[in-house]
């Protein structure tokens, strides 16, 4: 499987700023995703990132407060824009396990607080 | 719409105790269905695909087995290691994964 990492690790950050997160694959991969997990919820997707190509987001997500990047095959970006308290959160990457296989595999997750 | 929930949502076993944790899905064309361990802090690791019905897989103490329905975890004689958060998901349209709440299993030794 992919090796996924991301930056940074963890954040505390003021209300009204913006934070971006990046995600660095050890391989080619064509689609990313980005996930969202909430205080002691499960996972929810927010947008999937194609290379070449705009990032299609989930309802209820909007581009102006997650703009997504996808420059190569290897790396992404998330921006979360005028932060709330509610946006408190971990945000994870992901990627397909490729080969035709349909499972994805995680990065270890971006722990985001913000005051 | 694909709808995932698990049960219980909080488990605690001593060790050596075997158990199952449960994973019902409602799914339109099923392509595919997951399971993953999550400690805490940590993004999810992923453990199994299950594909149709009657599938079965195995890793270590764990067996993870597939009806039209539901999916069972089952944790064979549990050591306090195993604890950690479960997670079931299902593949909705093209890669999009729908996660259930979890199961938090607690292995008390």
């Known amino acids: 499987s992919a090796v996924i990492s991301q930056k940074p690790s963890r954040d505390i950050c003021q209300r009204g700023t913006s934070l971006t997160i990046q995600c660095q694959v050890d391989?080619?991969?064509?689609?990313m995703f980005w996930y969202r997990q909430q205080p002691g919820q499960s996972l929810t997707l927010i947008a999937t990132?194609?290379?070449?190509?705009?990032?299609?987001?989930e309802s209820g997500f909007v581009i102006d407060k997650f703009p997504i990047s996808r420059p190569n095959l290897t790396f992404s970006t998330l921006t979360v824009s005028n932060m709330s308290p509610e946006d408190s959160s971990i945000y994870l990457c992901?990627?397909?396990?490729?080969?035709?296989?349909?499972?994805?595999?995680f990065g270890p997750g971006t722990r985001l607080t913000v005051l | 719409e694909d709808q995932v929930t698990q049960s219980p949502e909080a488990l605690r076993l001593q060790e050596g105790e075997s158990s199952s944790l449960n994973c019902s899905y409602t799914?339109?064309?099923?392509?595919?269905l997951f399971w993953y361990r999550q400690d805490p802090g940590k993004g999810p690791e992923f453990l199994f695909t299950?594909?149709?019905a009657g599938e079965e897989k195995e890793k270590e103490r764990l067996k993870a087995t597939l009806t039209k329905k539901e999916s069972f975890l089952h944790i064979t004689a549990p050591k306090p290691e195993d604890s950690a958060t479960y997670l079931c998901?299902?593949?909705?349209?093209?890669?999009?994964?729908?996660f259930g709440q979890g199961t938090r299993l607690t292995i008390n030794p």
């Open positions: 992901s990627v397909e396990g490729g080969g035709g296989n349909v499972e994805q595999f």
């Open positions: 391989s080619q991969v064509t689609m």
């Open positions: 990132a194609n290379q070449g190509s705009e990032a299609t987001y």
């Open positions: 799914v339109s064309g099923l392509r595919g």
């Open positions: 299950l594909y149709s």
């Open positions: 998901a299902v593949v909705q349209g093209a890669q999009k994964l729908v």
